[in-house]
């Protein structure tokens, strides 16, 4: 069974950096394609990141190129999302989640698991 545990969100001020990180205690991460999506007030859950196993091939939203990474750890073990330049529209809670594989990362439909999510609030 696959149990996605987010940690690393917080309360932080516009500019500051902040990373998030993803665990599977069961099983590990080596065999899944990787996501993030965020879901903030009042607003449909969004893609955000992905990693697939296959050519560690990276997809980043429009939104977050060039200021977040998403990265998975030599052993496979944790999933991050290291987020640089953070803006109050960043503000969401940021959900984890994995497959074995997906074909379109960015519909939420296509991820099988799913963490509890991790708060992100930046202020300004």
């Known amino acids: 069974q696959v149990q996605l545990v987010e940690s690393g969100g917080g309360e932080v001020q516009v500019g500051d950096s902040l990373m998030l990180s993803c665990t599977n205690p069961t099983h590990g991460l080596s065999d899944y394609d990787m996501g993030w999506f965020r879901e903030a007030p009042g607003k449909e859950r969004e893609f955000v990141a992905s990693?697939?196993?296959?050519?560690?091939?990276?997809n980043y939203a429009d939104s977050v190129k060039g200021r977040f990474t998403i990265s998975k750890d030599n052993a496979k073990t944790t999933l991050s999302l290291q987020m640089n330049n953070l803006q109050p529209e960043d503000t969401a809670v940021y959900y984890c989640?994995?497959?074995?594989?997906?074909?379109?990362?960015?519909?939420?439909?296509?991820?099988?698991?799913w963490g509890r999510g991790a708060q992100v609030t930046v202020s300004s």
């Open positions: 989640t994995a497959d074995p594989w997906v074909k379109n990362v960015q519909k939420m439909s296509e991820w099988k698991y």
């Open positions: 990693l697939r196993t296959v050519g560690n091939t990276r």
